[in-house]
């Protein structure tokens, strides 16, 4: 039978809940309207008429005047920023100036690309950077294997600081061009996505195992773990129970950072393996001044980015009673 104490427990936790939630959605539409502010504004101060890009370099004056007027750009600034944020509350994201195709659609059809990428980088990233850091750890626990332990931080953090574009370079050279092992770069199958994956997860792997070997020692250093070890448990009983659970805090903290160093990489390889992804669009659409197309495409990658930050504030939240669950 439950008590007086049990339902306010209940009650507490469900307020605690709300008030979360509550916080979250609000700092979410608060990003988001911070970005679409930003995005406006950086696009239409920029130099550069996407009426002459639209009309050509040839083009009269009228000419040109009158592509600004069907474009809308001959109105004031204000005026053209109030009418974006309408069609975005009304999801209509309007076409782009270079071909005429609805914004929605080109997303629609090269996010796809994006997010194999993305997705096949974030587990690349997360299993080699996760075992890597574990079995580093246990190598050099206590102070154990001190040339070990300094090639490991030197080697990770050279690897950690290599640009994605210049490992895909190599990649492309080595596994493409003198072996012949994988298409160069244009082919949308999953052979041509397994240099570009490689590529965007080589040096968020590399922050990743060094995070996470610093956490392992730590967890390795409780009681708990000599515990275990007193009982004579297997190896795998006790790294898969006792010290990888609670070494996954220290991931899942920077999974959102890692995350949006992904999605950022990514739009860089995009462009250096010819993908038609959500990269290779939005520096296409920023070289010629495709507004629609380049405020959407942020849009797109900024809601990710916000949302996947998110799930890991919440997934922590589970994980950590004293997280900010509770506290909110």
């Known amino acids: 039978m439950k008590t007086d104490a049990d339902a306010g427990a209940l009650r507490s936790g469900a307020a605690g809940i ?31 008429d996407p009426a002459v890009r639209v009309a050509g370099l040839n083009a009269t004056p009228q000419r040109l005047a009158d592509v600004r007027h069907d474009l809308g750009l001959d109105r004031p600034l204000l005026a053209q920023f109030l009418t974006y944020l309408d069609n975005v509350a009304r999801w209509r994201f309007g076409n782009s ?10 997303i629609a059809a090269r996010l796809p690309v994006t997010l194999e990428i993305v997705i096949g980088a974030m587990v690349l990233t997360f299993a080699f950077g996760i075992g890597l850091g574990v079995w580093m750890a246990a190598i050099t626990r206590e102070g154990r294997h001190r040339r070990v332990e300094s090639g490991f931080s030197a080697t990770t953090s050279l690897l950690g600081s290599i640009p994605e574009y210049v490992v895909g370079t190599v990649l492309v050279l080595v596994f493409a061009v003198w ?6 770069a244009g082919a949308v199958t999953w052979q041509g996505h397994v240099l570009p994956v490689i590529a965007v997860a080589f040096a968020p792997t590399a922050v990743l195992a060094r995070i996470v070997r610093v956490e392992t020692l730590d967890v ?12 004579h448990l297997s190896i795998l009983r006790t790294y898969g129970l006792h010290v990888l659970p609670n070494s996954l805090t220290g991931a899942l903290t920077v999974g959102g950072l890692i995350f949006a160093s992904l999605l ?20 296409q659409a920023v070289q010629v ?11 797109v990658l900024g809601f990710s980015i916000v949302v996947v930050n ?17 506290r909110s």
């Open 97 to 106: 100036f270079q071909t005429g195709e609805p914004v929605s659609s080109i």
């Open 179 to 184: 072996l012949g092992l994988l298409p160069v």
């Open 310 to 326: 998110l799930c890991v504030e919440a997934a922590l939240g589970m994980l950590d009673r004293q997280s900010s669950l509770r």
């Open 18 to 48: 709300a008030g979360f939630v509550a916080s979250k959605v609000a700092h979410l539409v608060a990003v988001l309207t911070g970005l679409l502010v930003a995005t406006f504004l950086l696009l239409h101060l920029t130099p550069g």
């Open 220 to 231: 390795l250093a409780q009681n708990y773990v000599r515990t275990a070890r007193a009982k």
């Open 264 to 283: 950022g990489g990514t739009v860089v390889v995009e462009n250096v393996f010819a993908l038609p992804g959500l990269g290779s669009s939005l520096v």
């Open 289 to 299: 001044r495709d507004y629609p197309l380049v405020q959407v495409t942020v849009l």
